[in-house]
């Protein structure tokens, strides 16, 4: 893999792992288009390592917090909104690893985002009393769970999906969009450690500066996403990206069938 084409990727997952756009369709759709079937194992280790870092930079103050108060609410929250992803990524992950060489699955997937954060939107706009953490039930962390779990689709937005469900789920907004990226941290990390076992260290050690190239623009373009989620979510605005997601679902359909 050339430097270029590591940068690029770290971009694209940097920006789409938090912008509500499917990180993974969106590495799908680039590698279709670039002529790289598949990123080494390696590389991708470290670009989920970027991104990790961008949600540690951005969220500081809360994860030092966490670390001082851990049995706190919050906490418990997160563990219980991470239990279905878990299980999904354990029980499912090896039954859909033909979705990530399908254009025709991120389309749809894609659609599918695009609607989530419509509805989202006007659900929460018509939303009395948002609940803040301690009105958060568990059986919210469940649902919000779930939607992250349906996330491991190639073309379903992860943050998309878990901010929407916060939303679904009657939560303030700066809370749905802070618990959506929080929720992150431990999925990021477990995916890691379960890919761990598979690195080559040979291949690490032969494109070190092509991979540390994109894990850092990965870092930088992740945390001005998460900048930018905010802003949006604070003013309810993220439905933007659901014309985003349609008109990117209608070009890679297009493109399937015309391939």
Same mark, same amino acid.
């Given at each position: 893999m050339t430097l270029f084409h590591s940068v690029l990727l770290g971009a694209v997952q940097g920006l789409t792992e938090f912008l509500p756009v499917s990180s993974s369709?969106? *590495? %799908?759709?680039?590698?279709?288009?670039?002529?790289?079937?598949?990123?080494?194992?390696?590389?991708?280790?470290?670009?989920?390592? /970027?991104? #990790?870092?961008?949600?540690?930079?951005?969220?500081?103050?809360? +994860?030092?917090e966490i670390l001082k108060r851990p049995f706190t609410r919050l906490t418990y929250l997160i563990i219980v909104g991470c239990i279905p992803a878990a299980l999904a990524g354990y029980l499912v992950?090896?039954? +859909?690893?033909? !979705?990530?060489?399908? #254009?025709? %699955? %991120?389309?749809? /997937?894609? +659609?599918?985002? /695009?609607?989530? #954060?419509?509805?989202?939107?006007?659900?929460?706009?018509?939303?009395?009393?948002?609940?803040?953490?301690?009105?958060?039930?568990y059986k919210d962390a469940i649902f919000i769970g779930l939607l992250q779990a349906l996330a491991i689709i190639p073309g379903i937005s992860r943050s998309g999906s878990?901010?929407?469900?916060? #939303?679904? !789920?009657?939560?303030?907004?700066?809370?749905?969009?802070?618990?959506?990226? *929080?929720?992150?941290?431990?999925?990021?990390?477990?995916?890691?450690i379960f890919e761990l076992?598979? %690195?080559?260290?040979?291949?690490?050690?032969?494109?070190?500066?092509?991979?540390?190239?994109?894990?850092?623009?990965?870092?930088?373009? /992740?945390? *001005?996403? +998460?900048k930018i989620v905010l802003r949006l979510v604070r003013h309810g605005r993220l439905s933007v990206f659901s014309y985003y997601c349609w008109a990117a679902a209608l070009l890679t359909l297009g493109y399937n069938f015309l391939i």
């Open positions: 369709g969106h *590495l %799908v759709i680039f590698q279709h288009i670039l002529g790289v079937q598949e990123s080494p194992l390696t590389f991708d280790v470290m670009l989920h390592m /970027g991104t #990790l870092l961008a949600v540690f930079v951005a969220f500081w103050d809360d +994860i030092v992950a090896p039954l +859909i690893e033909k !979705a990530f060489e399908s #254009l025709l %699955v %991120v389309g749809l /997937g894609l +659609i599918f985002t /695009g609607f989530v #954060l419509r509805f989202s939107e006007k659900w929460s706009r018509q939303s009395i009393g948002l609940k803040d953490i301690p009105n958060t039930s878990t901010i929407a469900a916060g #939303l679904f !789920a009657g939560m303030e907004r700066e809370l749905a969009a802070r618990f959506s990226f *929080l929720l992150s941290i431990p999925v990021i990390i477990g995916a890691g076992s598979d %690195v080559s260290a040979g291949s690490l050690g032969q494109n070190l500066p092509s991979y540390l190239g994109g894990t850092l623009v990965a870092a930088l373009f /992740g945390y *001005l996403a +998460i």
